[in-house]
């Protein structure tokens, strides 16, 4: 086997970044035109894995397969290729079994540079972030600490989250597997996305966000699929933080379903399998979600090895107020504010509440400075009155969990929430 130096250096930098399909495809064609048609194989499945209507790997495995003398697998790989690409119909003869691979017929090829540093150099030019189909990717642009209090959720999430992914040494050594998700859960507006965001950011892993309507989307399309291109979308973008927001709509249980229930099924059953990651490879990859309603969310989904840890996110404290006013005051014109006064007048408001307080102090404050013609700075008056006007967004959530606690919770799951509850009731 001869020891093909531009294969090398491009088998070594898909190592390093293992999602990148268009190198893997040519890699692929390389290995088969190298006379090496088992990893020209296994590369090109790797590829249409991730990418089925792939044409070039489509072209490569059917070739690889033939020069294996799989006939039936190199038939079908060559008429989906044939279907999808009809203007190269590629149509070899069935070769013997010692006859070289067929020659390359994708035009595609012949668009690829040939020596490993101008593919290096274009893989590096070319965007680090594809566009999803579905949902938004980018950077997160946050850290924890532009999170106002939840001292005890930041704490837990750093020793069960961030501490074991920054020290692989340590997971290895206690046997400690990273498979499965984590679900944040709990009161809206109460800073579960902005975790989730903000974990990205610790990571510095993209950040990939599936939200309502894009869940709600989905089951207009073929949702199994659609899952299927989430799930590779985020692998091609490793590091990557995947984020289910509003799980309960995606993993509903089927006996609140009406009439979609099958569709639903598979829905579960194919993050089911992504999670698992049986047949796949998700190192890089950090599946969180997050919930208002965990109970309507389906139980095979928080077994073991799914989203199995859970991080109940509650309404901020008297500290935590305060803390998220100053956050949202950061960088306006301000009097000298007594913030803590506001936060013990605010008591059961939600992050979203406070921020929306904020908000509307600013508003008035500019006003005024419109209608005096100079800067108004937010005044404790305008917060006070801000805070008067604002209705607490969470009292509902409140009832429905307190009844879930109450009558619901048989393998305490809703423990933390029960103590909590209890605890403002004295
Ligand atoms: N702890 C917090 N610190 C700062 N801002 C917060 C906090 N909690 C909520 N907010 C504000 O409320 C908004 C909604 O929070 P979000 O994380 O979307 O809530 P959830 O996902 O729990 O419904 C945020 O964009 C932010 O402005
Ligand atoms: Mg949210």
Known sequence: MTHDPVIEALLGALTADPGNHPVRAHVARLLLDAGRPDEALANATTVLAAVPDHVEALRTAAAAAR???????????????????????????????DSPPAAPTAPVAAAIPDTADEILQRWTESEAVAEPAVGTIGQAGITLADIGGLADVKKRLDMSFLTPLRNPELRLKF????????????????????????LAGELGANFYEIGLSDVLDMWIG??????????????????????????????QKRSQLRGGGSSMRGV???????????????EGLFVLAASNHPWDIDSALL???????????????????????????????????????????????????????????????????????????????????????????????METARNYALYGNDAGAYDELAAYLNKRRR
């Open 303 to 397: 077994r073991p090895g799914r989203f199995d840890r859970t991080v109940l996110v509650l309404p901020p404290d008297v500290e935590a107020r305060e803390a998220i006013l100053r956050l949202h005051l950061r960088g306006r014109p301000t009097e000298r504010l007594d913030l803590a006064k506001i936060a013990k007048a605010t008591d059961g408001m939600s992050g979203a509440d406070l921020a929306l307080i904020c908000e509307q102090a600013t508003e008035t404050a500019m006003e005024a400075s419109m209608a005096s013609g100079r800067v108004e700075p937010i005044s404790q008056r305008h917060l006070q009155e801000a805070a008067r006007s604002v209705r607490p967004s969470i009292g509902e959530w």
């Open 175 to 198: 046997g400690k597997s990273l498979r499965g998700g984590l679900l944040l859960w709990g009161p809206p507006g109460c800073g579960k996305t902005l975790i989730a965001r903000a």
């Open 268 to 282: 579960v059953n194919q993050m089911l399998a992504e999670l698992d990651g049986a047949s796949t490879d998700n």
């Open 67 to 97: 020069a294996l003398g799989d006939e039936a697998r190199a038939t079908a790989y060559g008429r989906l290729a044939d279907a999808l690409d009809p203007a190269a119909p590629a149509t070899p003869p069935p070769p013997g079994p």
């Open 222 to 251: 073929s949702s199994e699929r659609n899952l299927r291109g989430i799930f590779e979308t985020a692998r091609r973008n490793r590091p990557c933080l995947l984020f289910f927001d509003e799980m309960d709509a995606l993993g």
